[in-house]
């Protein structure tokens, strides 16, 4: 009976988070034998809390080298407000849109007018 309460009282404690999520996510992927885990913890902190830039970050640097068309779509998932409320943060994924599209030559990608636009707006160029 002591050992149940423990157990009950323990997993009320130690509630999922994306913050210990993303923590083993990134201790994950730094090797070769475990990343697999770790992208998957990164999908886990997307699906989670979906505005965390570092996750869809971290999840395409382990992405892009191996498959850069999955790396634009995780980037093309972060839910972006309106330009006019954007920050830097999310200028960086806009602009890594644009760099990955551009480096793959995907001229005619939806997404790559859309992300031009909006990198621009933000970092002053309209």
Known sequence: PAVAERESVSSLVNRRSHMSRLGLARTLSRSADTRDQGKQLYQEVISMAPGVHDAYIELVQLLEPSDPQAAVEVY????????????????FITGEIVRILMALEQYNHPQLGPSLIAYGKVMGLS
Request: with cysteine; aromatic share 12%.
């Open 76 to 91: 093309c998932r972060f839910p972006l407000k309106p330009v006019a409320e954007q920050s830097f943060d999310d200028a």
